[in-house]
């Protein structure tokens, strides 16, 4: 049995922000399925939003402001403390970043630059060229490197063990061993990012399987509006890698197959950058109406930008245009649809971090704080992490100061021994369905019915296509039936996790009988104030996801329909 | 928002994948996979392809796949490359050869123990050290500081250099080229007030004397990092401080 104070689980930038604050005065431990390195955060491009004024258009800019666009963009289902809180704390998190080390890009002055974003009425958005989050985690890694942090790096979770409504600790697998541990821990935090790859369309790494908010929910904790999944309007068409919002920031166009900025059709005002949703919707739009090429993509176009300025501010951009999709942005424009983002949905927490399982909080992707409601704006996730992540580690430090350690360790072996047999049965099991036929069904099913269109239909068909995922998993074996560094039996953990999510995912859209951000449905295509202002909360049933609803906290900006 | 998959054309490729599991294997060995896919494709999507569909058991290592996170590096048809980043028809054969990256001990199959290599990047203090007190804003630094730093900042740690590196083959003490390039990144770095001799440590044949400046790793550095700049770089910095040194000592 290892023990520390805490222990932290995920190496991104929500973990490691949590665990160098917890770190202050606590024995905290950061474990990860891979080195944190190779953490999603890593892939971030565009930028990280604070109202710091330093751009010119952005004089008149303010915290008040950023967090009113937060709300807005999050067609109000945000609890606008949390989202006050993000804004509010933006620019000490930023500043503290480039105090560690952050190469962030500056203006002529020396000042942080920083580029216009969807939603935002100001250019408030810093960055460092277009892979901030690349620069982020190396400072963030660097710093808890400088302040002696602990990982386990390449360990799976596999449970969180509660008792009498109390955490426990977690058991986890030595992905290079095979074998099983029991943690035991004051605090666990999840900061285990989002679930992209339950999409066969996503421009997540192939990593976010989403396994935290899996165990989290397997183990009791409500999961919150799972349903509002973000597809990013500009992921390349192919491989679907993510191309950064900063590309229209900095003053691309969307173009249809009739040459047409088509943005003037649906959002007049802000045009490019209007919301994720809504630029979303409308190349979907486009595309389905036969306004795309080949059917299938419309083009973004940078050209006008010049090579200068691309080669400075998008080099990132360019190169995976190059690398991935065979075009210079220099000299054509790249082909891009909407893919799957971003989830504002997750572990269900309060304003400080902490699940209602006292002793267990969350951070980053996998929470649901609700700091973006129904839809998040560009730029506010990496600024999340940092935000909670500081937060969460230091409510950690006030909740250690509260709580003795807790002797009683049988729980944890319960779990331990229960899990090992589980592997052991697993790994003999001689004859079953492969796990790759079953992943690929699930993520076509979410990809086809579950995506930015929805209606009860297709959803209806989805769900009933998930209960029979779920029958087939229970069938499962294995080809690698050693321990060592079994990629097989990691997918297998993670697969089952995957399949609760896509249930809960659909049911939630299913349930939900109104069109709010991210979730559009045909059927009912709009905003119901009245009866769906609020938020869906799941909880884990051997039935399936038991849903019931809670309030929105709504302070001072009353919700207004939506216009860009 | 499907994408057409169908109606593209597939091209026939034979994998020769270098295996090995300790827990079962004595030596290492070549397996051959065929796999029909779309020459647009790359390496690690063929690899995953083999994994899904005939072989739960190859083992290897991938998470973004766009070539920003350093996970994937291996020896692909001899040369060191990150497999999402290599696409099948720039390797003009239909034959493909699967190694593990070199100057690492194999865990498993294509899976490296990276320890050593992480273990250099942090023994040289790869974070901003600062004297004074953080003011209250951010520091300010011109746009042409920044750029001197670009290169090395896009380093991602895939350890391509570290395992090209001919110095390394011989000497597993050596600091290797990454940690010495990162090294460099802080040291240009305007922000950065180290004192330079906290690397009087390295100033030997395991720290920076230990290149041999055969250039290998700026060939098989995915993101363009020039590390045999950085470790001039380093050098010539140091040499100055020394001779700064001397001549405060000889006033």
């Not at chain 1, 004089?59 to 509010?88: M, N, V």
């Not at chain 1, 299938?296 to 200068?308: A, N, P, Q, T, V």
């Not at chain 2, 996170?69 to 720039?90: D, E, F, H, P, R």
Request: some cysteine; proline content about 4%; hydrophobic content about 35%.
């Amino acid at each position: 049995m290892i023990n520390h104070d805490v222990i932290i689980i995920g190496g991104g930038l929500a973990g490691l922000r949590t665990a160098i604050a917890a770190a202050q005065k606590a024995d905290v431990a950061v474990l990860s399925k891979v080195h944190p390195v190779r953490s999603h955060s890593i892939a971030a491009q565009g930028g990280i939003n604070a109202a710091l004024g330093n751009a010119e258009e952005g004089k008149d800019d303010s915290w008040e402001k950023h967090a009113f666009d937060t709300i807005k963009g999050s067609d109000y289902l945000a609890d606008q403390p949390a989202a006050e809180t993000l804004c509010r704390e933006a620019p000490s998190v930023v500043y503290e970043m480039e105090h560690w080390g952050t190469p962030f890009s500056r203006f002529i002055n020396g000042r942080i630059a920083q580029r216009p974003f969807g939603g935002a009425g100001f250019p408030r958005t810093c960055y460092a060229s277009d892979r901030t989050g690349h620069m982020l985690l190396h400072t963030l890694y660097e710093k808890s490197l400088k302040d002696g942090i602990r990982f386990y790096s390449e360990w799976l979770l596999t449970d969180l063990v509660i008792e009498n409504g109390l955490s426990r600790g977690v058991i986890a697998m030595n992905v290079k061993t095979g074998e099983l541990e029991a943690f035991k821990a004051k605090a666990v935090v999840f900061a285990t990012g989002g679930y992209g790859r339950v999409y066969e369309i996503s421009t997540n790494a192939l990593i976010n399987t989403g396994s935290g908010i899996a165990v989290a929910y397997r183990a009791g904790l409500p999961i919150e509006d799972l349903e509002f999944v973000q597809f990013h309007p500009t992921s390349l068409f192919g491989m679907n890698i993510l191309i950064t919002e900063g590309a229209r920031g900095e003053g691309g166009y969307l173009i249809n197959n009739k040459g047409k900025r088509f943005m003037e059709d649906y959002a007049p005002t802000l045009m490019e950058l209007a919301p994720r949703d809504i630029v979303a919707r409308s190349i979907q739009t486009e595309i389905n109406e036969g306004r795309g090429f080949e059917d299938s993509y419309i083009h973004l176009d940078l050209r006008h930008l010049g090579e200068k300025k691309i080669k400075e501010r998008l080099p990132a951009i360019r190169e995976i245009a190059i690398d991935f999709g065979g075009i210079d942005p220099v000299e054509s424009p790249i082909p891009i649809l909407p893919g799957q983002h971003y989830s504002m949905g997750g572990i269900s927490t309060d304003y400080f971090g902490a699940s209602p399982v006292k002793g267990v909080y969350a951070a980053g992707e996998c929470s649901c704080i609700s700091a973006h409601g129904a839809n998040r704006l560009g730029g506010n996730s990496l600024l999340e992490t940092l935000v909670f992540g500081k937060i969460v580690g230091n409510a950690i430090l006030e909740h250690l100061e509260e709580n003795a350690s807790e002797e009683n360790t049988t729980a944890l072996e319960r779990t331990l021994n229960k899990r090992r047999n589980w592997i052991k049965e697993l790994l003999e099991k001689e004859k079953g369905e492969r796990i790759s036929p079953i992943r690929e069904k699930m993520r076509t099913t979410l990809s086809d019915k579950v995506a930015i269109f929805r209606e009860k239909k297709s959803l209806t068909e989805a769900l009933s296509e998930i209960e029979k995922l779920k029958e087939r998993y229970k069938k499962i074996s294995l080809d690698d039936k050693g321990l060592r560094f079994n990629s097989d039996l990691h997918h297998a953990i993670e697969l089952e996790g995957m399949i609760d999510l896509a249930e809960i995912i659909t049911k939630g859209a299913l349930s939900r009988e109104e069109s709010r951000g991210s979730h559009f449905r045909l059927d009912f295509p709009k905003r119901d104030d009245q009866n769906w202002l609020k938020h869906t909360m799941a909880f884990y049933s051997d039935e399936g996801p038991k849903i019931s609803y809670k309030e929105v906290d709504i302070t001072k900006y009353e919700p207004k329909e939506r216009k860009y | 928002m499907n994408q057409k998959k169908e109606n593209i054309d597939l091209t026939d490729y034979i994998f020769k994948v270098l295996r090995f599991n300790p827990e079962k294997d004595k030596h290492s060995f070549f397996q051959t996979y065929h796999v029909s896919i779309h020459e647009g494709e790359t390496v690690l999507e063929a690899l995953l392809d083999i994994q899904d569909h005939q072989d739960g058991s190859l083992t290897f290592r991938y998470s973004c796949r766009s070539a920003v996170c350093g996970s994937c590096g291996m020896t692909i048809n001899g040369a060191l490359a990150l497999a999402c980043k290599t696409q099948l028809k720039s390797l003009f054969r239909h034959e493909i050869l699967i190694e593990p990256l070199p100057n690492m001990t194999v865990i498993k199959d294509l899976v490296v123990d990276m320890e050593p290599f992480w273990n250099m990047y942090k023994i040289i203090e790869p974070w901003l050290h600062t004297e004074e007190d953080a003011p209250e804003k951010e520091r300010l630094v011109s746009p042409e500081d920044m750029k001197k730093i670009d290169q090395y900042i896009n380093c991602i740690l895939c350890a391509c250099c570290y395992g090209a590196c001919p110095v390394l083959a011989r000497d597993e003490e050596y600091l290797g080229p990454a940690a010495i390039a990162r090294l460099f990144r802080f040291l240009e770095d305007s922000r950065d007030k180290r004192d330079l001799a906290t690397i009087d440590r390295f100033n030997n044949q395991k720290g920076i004397w230990g290149c041999d400046t055969v250039f290998q790793c700026i060939d098989a550095c995915p993101k363009d990092v020039r590390p045999t700049d950085g470790i001039a770089g380093v050098r010539r910095k140091y040499l100055l401080h020394r001779f700064r040194r001397l001549f405060r000592l000889a006033k």
